[in-house]
């Protein structure tokens, strides 16, 4: 999901970093949108201590905290396709995480 991570809220700098938020069963990340990506935060979903999702004037939020840091990330995604995000992205944290064999 495409969309930005507030600095100005707790960051080392105002401003905010324009990138984009994915997620797979095993990892969510926030990487920057340039020719070549780079990988701002990540996190395993079942690492997540507690995930808010809201509202502001004119964009959605999801606050992802884990036990050791966390990011504000905002969004103009639709709203069907931020509530998909938010609700795939709970189903991932009550999963227990996949174990390699090999």
């Known amino acids: 999901m495409e969309g930005w991570q507030s600095l100005a809220a707790g960051g080392t700098r105002d401003g905010n ?16 949108k340039r020719l070549v990506g780079h990988v701002l935060w990540q996190a395993e979903p079942t690492a997540l201590a507690a995930v808010e999702a809201g509202t502001e ?6 606050r992802l905290v884990t036990a050791t ?11 069907t396709d931020f509530d998909m995000f938010y609700t795939t992205l709970n189903a991932c944290r009550s999963e227990r995480p996949v174990q390699e064999v090999g």
Do not use: E, N, P, S
């Open 69 to 79: 840091d966390g990011i504000v990330f905002k969004t103009y995604a639709r709203k």
């Open 57 to 62: 004037v004119g964009f959605r939020v999801l």
């Open 17 to 32: 970093i324009h990138g984009i938020l994915a997620l797979t069963d095993r990892r969510l990340c926030f990487y920057r």
